[in-house]
T-cell receptor
Framework: GAVVSQHPSWVICKSGTSVKIECRSL??????MFWYRQFPKQSLMLMATSNEGSKATYEQGVEKDKFLINHASLTLSTLTVTSAHPEDSSFYICSAEDREWNQPQHFGDGTRLSIL | EDKVVQSPLSLVVHEGDTVTLNCSYEVTNFRSLLWYKQEKKAPTFLFMLTSSGIEKKSGRLSSILDKKELFSILNITATQTGDSAVYLC??????????FGSGTQLTVLP
């Protein structure tokens, strides 16, 4: 079945560091990937929609200059949290949709980001 | 704006009990409703529902959608401690992204 790989699974770094998170679809092509953020005890909130070969679409309140998204190929999207601060600490999850087979979105395992 | 409301927010039962989780929604150009189970990591897929009245079943779990009344239920029979998790309901509208409800925290006691 469809598999989405997300890396790294856990990051701890100092304030001011930039962190890159990768999301790969392993056995299907994903023209669209989605990035979500989940704070403790809360549900997943969509941050942005990543489109292969074009600019990402950001949800209201999400700073595009802080959360850089690149979707350079049909199997890889990256989210870079630039100059991260403690309030950016969260669980970041990507998902991808295999449109060819009309399948539901499948999620990566998520990245737990802790900014000290 | 798409909206998903789940109830109850939390539920504590004993092993062997049957539970029903509720999900109501408002969405522009409904495409599908999905149920996910989330333990410590990212959500794992349970069901995708697109048509009213057709029950989807997987072992002790089942789900059904009512597109007229805009809700879905997830049933779990003969619950086990391994069913303890957050159950998330999400809808897909015209923009194809998922809009999640707040989830139901299910705790199954031995």
């Amino acid at each position: 079945g469809a598999v989405v790989s997300q890396h790294p699974s856990w990051v701890i770094c100092k304030s001011g560091t930039s962190v890159k998170i990768e999301c790969r679809s392993l056995d299907f092509q994903a023209t669209t990937m989605f990035w979500y953020r989940q704070f403790p005890k809360q549900s997943l909130m969509l941050m942005a929609t990543s489109n292969e070969g074009s600019k990402a679409t950001y949800e209201q309140g999400v700073e595009k200059d802080k959360f850089l998204i690149n979707h350079a190929s049909l199997t890889l999207s990256t989210l870079t949290v630039t100059s991260a601060h403690p309030e950016d600490s969260s669980f970041y999850i990507c998902s991808a949709e295999d449109r060819e087979w009309n399948q539901p979105q499948h999620f990566g395992d998520g990245t737990r980001l802790s900014i000290l | 704006e798409d909206k998903v409301v789940q109830s109850p927010l939390s539920l504590v039962v004993h092993e062997g009990d049957t539970v029903t989780l509720n999900c109501s929604y408002e969405v522009t150009n409904f495409r599908s409703l999905l149920w996910y189970k989330q333990e410590k990591k990212a959500p794992t897929f349970l069901f995708m529902l697109t048509s009213s009245g057709i029950e989807k079943k997987s072992g002790r779990l089942s789900s059904i959608l009512d597109k007229k009344e805009l809700f879905s239920i997830l049933n779990i029979t003969a619950t086990q401690t391994g069913d303890s998790a957050v159950y998330l309901c999400a809808v897909v509208g015209s923009a194809r992204q998922l809009t999640f409800g707040s989830g139901t925290q299910l705790t199954v006691l031995p």
